[in-house]
């Protein structure tokens, strides 16, 4: 994770600081009310280094409590809620794909905006975002 922290740092436009524990649990306790799974914990120690990520049409949501930013991995999920699988968090994308948590199956996936057909999947959370971040 360090040097994938490293390489995003690098690559970040306008990186925010890490998320407190109190900020993350709240973001959790929101979207377990709109029937959403729990974070993995790969991505919360993600945000405890760095909230989000944006660079060149790719992004990794943080956690950003204002009304309608779509960065925010609240108001994101909630936004595409009837388009994508249930029990799934929607955690990253690009210009063409999504990354999302598959909570039941403990995996990410890589899935066409489109179609939402799963091009990839991954056990690891940064392996699945050097994929959707092409880095």
């Known amino acids: 994770m360090k040097n994938m922290l490293k390489t995003l740092a690098k690559e970040n436009e306008g990186s925010l600081p890490a998320v407190k524990t109190e900020n993350i649990i709240f973001a959790q306790k929101t979207l377990k009310k709109f029937g959403f799974t729990t974070f ?8 405890h280094q760095q909230n989000g990520f944006s660079a ?26 009837d388009k994508l699988p249930k029990n ?27 179609d939402l057909n799963v091009l990839e999947e991954y056990a690891s959370f940064e392996q699945a975002i050097e994929n959707i971040i092409k880095i």
């Open 88 to 114: 799934n968090l929607l955690i990253a994308e690009n210009e063409f794909d999504f990354l999302i948590y598959d909570a039941s199956h403990q995996v990410y996936k890589i899935i066409d905006k489109q």
């Open 40 to 47: 993995p914990k790969e991505l919360t120690d993600f945000w």
């Open 56 to 81: 060149e049409g790719c992004h990794i949501f943080g956690i950003i409590p204002e009304p309608n930013n779509l960065m925010d991995i609240v108001n994101i999920n909630i936004f595409y809620q």
